[in-house]
């Protein structure tokens, strides 16, 4: 697991229809841990469940980090978990990371949010409102009860709330975000950034599959992608200078935890970033989705808690 520290919930916000906003705070008068918008943080809950949730208060925030949670009665318990929550309970906290940066210095962003997906978005929102940058929001709910955050937009400035776009496709005249004309009106230096479920990621992607990489920025709740557990090769731990047999149906995570080898890990699906491993020699099989195209192909990290090998050993910086 990564380094944690104590929070205290220090306030339980109802935000809509099965949407809980939690306000942590230190539990002394420090201040917490820097994040820029984008960031998330580990939440360490009750019946050792670790689960990733992205910030939603603003960067300039250092006395409190603000995440909000959907239940999700048929997932894998964490949201269940974050639920039973209560204020005045304390809890261990890992983080902040950041796979999804925001590039400050772009002439016009523009943010698509579907669902729980707003929380990484609005925390850019704001700080593209307080660098005076040119931005915009859409933000795709089935309905206005299932949409959180909708008071923090009414709260905006009339300039800044005119930025803010609500798309409610399940309500009477609502209609889904057209994606395609929506990056067609905008100019090739133009920064696209989507958080959402998964079929909405791969729409947008699709919809902005001409423009340049650098300007598409995509985060996923939960990965699309199958983890390597192939097993049948060997994991070299050059500073212990143990080598490990990774067997089939088990991924490198798993070996490595079986063996005793402590490493930070919280998805265990590849979005996350926090098991990342250097890599000295070998051929990782990549299926994690924080590492972009390019570093990929440089072959000197790997996420071990979805990955696996081309090469019959891999030897890792451990
Ligand atoms: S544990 Fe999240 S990327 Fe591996």
């Given at each position: 697991?990564?380094?944690?520290?104590?929070?205290?919930?220090?306030?339980?916000?109802?935000?809509?229809?099965?949407?809980?906003?939690?306000?942590?705070?230190?539990?002394?008068?420090?201040?917490?841990?820097?994040?820029?918008?984008?960031?998330?943080?580990?939440?360490?809950?009750?019946?050792?469940?670790?689960?990733?949730?992205?910030?939603?208060?603003?960067?300039?925030?250092?006395?409190?980090?603000?995440?909000?949670?959907?239940?999700?009665?048929?997932?894998?318990?964490?949201?269940?978990?974050?639920?039973?929550?209560?204020?005045?309970?304390?809890?261990?906290?890992?983080?902040?990371?950041?796979?999804?940066?925001?590039?400050?210095?772009?002439?016009?962003?523009?943010?698509?949010?579907?669902?729980?997906?707003?929380?990484?978005?609005?925390?850019?929102?704001?700080?593209?409102?307080?660098?005076?940058?040119?931005?915009?929001?859409?933000?795709?709910?089935?309905?206005?009860?299932?949409?959180?955050?909708?008071?923090?937009?009414?709260?905006?400035?009339?300039?800044?709330?005119?930025?803010?776009?609500?798309?409610?496709?399940?309500?009477?005249?609502?209609?889904?975000?057209?994606?395609?004309?929506?990056?067609?009106?905008?100019?090739?230096?133009?920064?696209?950034?989507?958080?959402?479920?998964?079929?909405?990621?791969?729409?947008?992607?699709?919809?902005?599959?001409?423009?340049?990489?650098?300007?598409?920025?995509?985060?996923?709740?939960?990965?699309?992608?199958?983890?390597?557990?192939?097993?049948?090769?060997?994991?070299?731990?050059?500073?212990?200078?143990?080598?490990?047999?990774?067997?089939?149906?088990?991924?490198?995570l798993?070996?490595?935890?079986?063996?005793?080898?402590?490493?930070?890990y919280?998805?265990?699906?590849?979005?996350?970033?926090s098991c990342?491993?250097?890599?000295?020699?070998?051929?990782?099989?990549?299926?994690?989705?924080?590492?972009?195209?390019?570093?990929?192909?440089?072959?000197?990290?790997?996420m071990v808690c979805?990955?696996?090998?081309?090469?019959?050993?891999?030897?890792?910086?451990?």
């Amino acid at each position: 697991m990564s380094p944690t520290f104590q929070v205290l919930v220090r306030s339980i916000t109802l935000e809509a229809a099965g949407v809980l906003s939690f306000e942590l705070r230190p539990l002394d008068s420090q201040l917490l841990p820097a994040f820029t918008a984008g960031a998330h943080i580990d939440l360490h809950l009750p019946g050792g469940l670790v689960r990733s949730y992205s910030l939603l208060n603003s960067q300039d925030e250092r006395h409190r980090y603000v995440v909000a949670v959907q239940l999700d009665p048929n997932g894998r318990g964490g949201s269940r978990a974050a639920h039973e929550l209560r204020v005045g309970q304390t809890m261990g906290i890992a983080g902040p990371r950041n796979n999804f940066q925001l590039a400050e210095a772009a002439p016009h962003t523009v943010l698509v949010a579907g669902g729980i997906g707003i929380t990484p978005l609005w925390s850019m929102a704001q700080r593209l409102q307080a660098l005076g940058r040119s931005w915009e929001l859409h933000y795709c709910a089935r309905t206005r009860q299932q949409a959180a955050l909708l008071d923090r937009f009414e709260a905006l400035a009339p300039t800044a709330r005119a930025r803010v776009h609500l798309n409610f496709d399940h309500e009477p005249g609502g209609s889904a975000l057209d994606l395609a004309g929506l990056q067609s009106r905008h100019a090739g230096e133009t920064h696209f950034y989507c958080c959402g479920p998964t079929g909405m990621i791969q729409a947008f992607q699709a919809a902005t599959a001409q423009r340049r990489r650098e300007c598409v920025h995509v985060e996923y709740f939960a990965s699309p992608i199958e983890a390597a557990v192939a097993g049948g090769f060997a994991v070299q731990l050059a500073r212990r200078k143990t080598r490990l047999l990774v067997a089939p149906g088990r991924s490198i995570l798993q070996t490595l935890l079986d063996a005793g080898v402590e490493v930070p890990y919280s998805c265990m699906e590849g979005i996350c970033g926090s098991c990342e491993v250097p890599v000295l020699a070998g051929e990782p099989e990549h299926r994690d989705l924080v590492l972009s195209p390019e570093e990929h192909a440089r072959n000197t990290r790997i996420m071990v808690c979805c990955s696996g090998s081309r090469s019959d050993t891999l030897v890792l910086d451990l």
